[in-house]
């Protein structure tokens, strides 16, 4: 199994799955290559693989990403190396990644795949959340805003809909997901939160 999750940035993915983890010990955390740079408090290695321009050109040349986009402006990859090497010990790979990379994943591993779209109940909460975090300047949380209109137009190729209201609420949906028990959160059981 392939944990995917995606959603608009700022809706508490990152959150989320971080509770997530400390309750479902087989998951890992699949570690992208970024050549954002590090917010304050993100480890190399741990939060993304920091790379600069050429050292993604490096990898994309070496053909050694699962599936990569570009997204708000900058470079993001899942390596296909990372991901083997994750599933080869016996763990679930959790992959925090874009709509567009959620498309390439399910087009390489089809069935294997469990995706999962997390909605913000609404925009006005999204965007407090943005500003909340305080790790963004104005311009970016405008660029994210305006993206998440277009990302939330991906939504239906995801098998489940999460909407994070409250993060307790959020994670159990995960566990239950997870466990098979998920039927109350696949997409055509869920009302459409918010319209693009
Ligand atoms: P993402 O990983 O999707 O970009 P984050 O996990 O960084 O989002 O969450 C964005 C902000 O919203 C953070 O400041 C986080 O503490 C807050 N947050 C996340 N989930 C909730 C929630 N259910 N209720 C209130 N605040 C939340
Ligand atoms: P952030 O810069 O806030 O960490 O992430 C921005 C966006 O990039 C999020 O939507 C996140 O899901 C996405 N992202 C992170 N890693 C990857 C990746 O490896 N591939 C793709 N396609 N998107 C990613």
């Known amino acids: 199994m392939i944990l995917l999750i995606s959603g608009p940035s700022g809706a508490g993915k990152s959150t989320v799955y971080r509770e997530l983890m400390r309750r479902e010990p087989r998951l890992v955390f699949s ?7 590090p917010r304050e408090g993100e480890r190399d290695g ?21 599936e990569w986009a570009e997204v708000h402006g900058r470079r993001y990859g ?10 080869a010990a016996g763990r679930i790979p959790l992959l925090d990644i874009d709509v567009q990379g959620c498309v390439q994943v399910l087009g390489e591993c089809g ?10 109940p609404s925009w006005s909460v999204l ?7 305080g790790t963004d300047g104005e311009e970016t949380i405008a660029t994210r805003l305006a993206n998440a209109r277009w ?17 307790d609420r959020a994670v159990a949906a995960l566990e239950a997901i997870i466990a098979g028990r998920g039927e109350p959160y696949r997409r055509e059981n869920v009302p459409r939160p918010l319209r693009p």
């Open 111 to 120: 069935d294997r795949v469990v995706s999962v779209f997390l909605w913000p």
């Open 31 to 37: 570690v992208s290559a970024t050549t954002r740079p």
């Open 127 to 133: 965007e407090d959340r943005l500003r909340g975090r």
């Open 46 to 66: 741990v939060d993304y693989h920091f790379l600069s321009d050429a050292e993604f050109d490096r990898l994309l040349a070496e053909d050694a990403f699962l």
């Open 151 to 167: 990302e939330v137009g991906f939504a239906d190729r995801y098998t489940y809909w999460v909407v994070n209201d409250e993060v």
């Open 78 to 87: 899942t390596r296909q190396a990372d991901l083997d090497r994750l599933e």
